[in-house]
């Protein structure tokens, strides 16, 4: 199968707090980087705070055939540090924080280099043990201005890393346990944190292929699977299947826990290196950032100017895209179809009343124990699904129903304001209004004191 699907997920894992909004060197949050997946020298000292050497993954597979294989992608990001230098009078060079080459600013920072090790398929025999190396280097890139002369240079260097991985499998009942360690065996002490990570795997993850395999789900694993999945341990790898739907012959070993068959929204213009904010939010706050906090992240990191540019390009219809969109989860799909239909709003936009006509939420009516409850309707409330503590407070207390709402997802829900609130004209003004379930309210009948008092004020 393609890896294209796959990849776009472990390059959101690869990159998942690479640099994070604002995207800016001086920004306090950007001094700490690195978060997910890092695999520290094994001689690092306490004072350099570095992470562990090591992760490994347990998965389970089912071979099909006596030649089952297995091919391990191991990805990660390897630290190269980006030093600004000025020239000096006599030649010499000296590093500095910054230096401005016509108006442009360009930053001494850390910036990551993508690295993949792909091993041979190998058989679901026995282990194996492999060693490889990842070339350091050093490459200079002069700083020319308009009139030709050079004011300085940027040096970027990067420390040879040493990798091992081992794979070792055991029959399991009728399944296959197959475990794939990783760790990092740099021969160098770090005695200082930025000495650690420089000499760090970054982001590490693995993508694991099955040839005459099938991977076998440890989230929900079929019945006959369920006590060898629950023998697989997982260390600072979680393994998930990985691909199109319904596919078992990926998985993808990351270090934050996904779901199997994860996606990147098809909505999502780009990457924004926090795959857990909502892309039209951060888009916003980018389109907020004043021409001189853009001007520095650009400066940054070549990624954040990507991102910057990519924000400040957005049309209207791109903006509108990262709304998403209004899918029928029940709706059947038929084959071929890549998906449910969005509903048809009539070109209204999808938060506007307009675009559902059919659904008027101020006359809509559910019945409950056989009263029709509307707008208007007096309620006691009296909440038990999952109630949190605000709910329970509520018990008891009579409400004036402001609308009946459905959802999406075929669910009834009634809105309502407390009589005895005093501010219940502003809530219901403003619409800040208390939800509850139809079996979380009791109808009150016409004829109670607490109709005619609602009625006499």
Not at 134 to 149: C, I, K, N, Q, Y
Not at 360 to 389: C, F, M
Request: hydrophobic content about 40%; aromatic content about 6%.
């Amino acid at each position: 199968m393609s890896l294209d699907q796959v990849r776009a997920v472990a390059d959101a894992v690869l990159y998942e707090g690479y640099l994070l909004y604002p995207y800016r060197a001086s920004s306090h949050k950007n001094r700490s980087r690195w978060q997910f997946g890092v695999l520290g020298p094994p001689r690092a000292s306490a004072a350099s705070f570095g992470e562990e050497p090591d992760m490994e993954t347990q998965c389970l597979l089912a071979p099909r055939a006596p030649g089952a294989a297995v091919t391990v992608r191991l990805r990660f990001l390897q630290l190269q540090v980006r030093e600004v230098q000025r020239r000096e009078e006599d030649g010499s060079h000296t590093p500095v924080p910054s230096l401005d080459v016509d108006g442009v600013r360009e930053l001494s920072w850390d910036e990551a280099v993508e690295r993949e090790i792909t091993l041979p398929a190998t058989g679901l025999g026995g282990p194996t043990d492999t060693l490889r190396q990842v070339a350091g280097g050093e490459e200079t890139e002069p700083l020319t201005d308009a009139r030709g002369s050079v004011p300085g240079r940027i040096v970027r260097r990067r420390l040879p890393l040493t990798v091992r991985i081992r794979t070792h499998t055991v029959a399991d009942g009728g399944h296959l346990r197959l475990s794939v360690s990783v760790r990092n065996e740099h021969p160098d002490p770090a005695d200082d944190k930025n000495a650690a990570i420089r000499a760090s795997l970054i982001g590490a993850h693995l993508i694991l292929e099955a040839r005459d395999a099938t991977f076998v789900s440890l989230l929900e694993p079929p019945a006959e699977a369920a006590e060898a999945a629950g023998r697989c341990h997982q260390r600072r790898c979680w393994p998930v299947l990985a691909g199109a739907k319904g596919s078992t012959d990926t998985v993808l070993g990351a270090p934050i826990i996904l779901y199997d068959h994860p996606e990147v929204a098809e909505q999502s213009a780009g990457a924004l290196f926090d795959s857990t904010e909502i892309d039209e939010i951060l888009t916003l706050r980018v389109m907020t950032m004043t021409e001189k906090e853009k001007a520095e992240a650009r400066a940054t990191d070549p990624r954040a100017r990507e991102i910057i540019d990519r924000c400040d390009g957005m049309s209207p219809a791109d903006m509108q895209r990262l709304h998403g969109l209004m899918r029928d989860p029940h709706a059947e799909r038929t084959a071929g179809e890549a998906g449910a239909a969005a509903f048809d709003t009539a070109g209204a936009p999808w938060w506007d009343p307009a675009s559902d006509a059919d659904v008027p939420p101020g006359s809509d009516t559910v019945v409950i124990g056989g009263v029709g409850v509307t707008k208007g309707s007096l309620v006691t409330l009296r909440p038990s699904r999952r109630a949190d503590a605000q709910d329970l407070f509520f018990a008891g207390q009579v409400a004036r129903v402001t609308a009946v709402l459905s959802d999406v997802d075929g669910g009834t829900h009634v809105a309502v304001v407390l009589v005895d609130d005093p501010a219940a004209d502003m809530h219901d003004w403003y619409g800040r209004y208390l939800y509850f379930a139809p079996d979380e309210v009791e109808p009150l009948p016409a004829t109670s004191p607490e109709h005619r008092e609602e009625s006499r004020s």
